[in-house]
Every structure is written in C-alpha cells, then in structure tokens.
Nanobody, 114 residues
Framework: QVQLVESGGGLVQAGGSLRLSCIAS????????MGWYRQVPGMQRELVAR???????NYADSVKGRFTISRGNAKNMVILQMNSLKPEDTAVYYC????????WGQGTQVTVSS
C-alpha cells in the first residue's frame, strides 16, 4: 500500500510564493514519475508539473517559468516551488505517483488572492 501526504498549501497574495511537498510511504521499489495536478470545482484535474525517474520534467504552459518541480532530499519526495502566483492558480493541488499503479494524495488547497 502506498500513501502520499501533501503539505504546504495555504492562502497567499498575488505575486507571492508557496512550496508544496509530497512524501510517499509504503512498499516502493521505484517510481516511474511523480507529479502535481490541480483541480477547480467543475473542471477536470489538470497536470501542473511532472518529473520522471530520469529527472526529466514537463510543465503546463500556464506555469512555465514560475513553478519548479524537484525531487527533494529523498527519492520518495517531490517538491513544487510556486513563485509569482496568480489568482488563476487557485485550486486544490494533488500529488500523484506513478509506480506499478497511479496513487494520489488527498489534496491541498492553494488560494491566491488578488
């Protein structure tokens, strides 16, 4: 059983920064990838950023140049550094791990006020 625990969401003013962390626990031999997705009510969950086992990254166009995804100090950890936040970044952010199956965290709220 794999569990993902996210932290770091909150309320910030436009132009500010937040750092989201996700730690995976359980029986994990290797990750195909880890990533962050976000969802607003009534909309589909969308990819924000993803990092694979070779540390290759990809980002949504809307966050390129502002957000950075990294592995963190532990191989089962992924961090999303979010800078220059905009009100349209407001959403619930979910961590996802692609291992033998897809695993999701419980989500953390990010609210950016104008």
């Amino acid at each position: 059983q794999v569990q993902l625990v996210e932290s770091g969401g909150g309320l910030v003013q436009a132009g500010g920064s937040l750092r989201l962390s996700c730690i995976a626990s359980g029986t994990i031999f290797s990750f195909n990838s880890m990533g962050w997705y976000r969802q607003v009510p009534g909309m589909q969950r969308e990819l924000v950023a993803r990092i694979d086992s070779r540390s290759r990254t990809n980002y949504a166009d809307s966050v390129k140049g502002r957000f950075t995804i990294s592995r963190g100090n532990a191989k089962n950890m992924v961090i999303l550094q979010m800078n220059s936040l905009k009100p349209e970044d407001t959403a619930v952010y979910y961590c996802k791990a692609e291992i033998n199956a897809d695993y999701w965290g419980q989500g953390t709220q990010v609210t950016v006020s104008s």
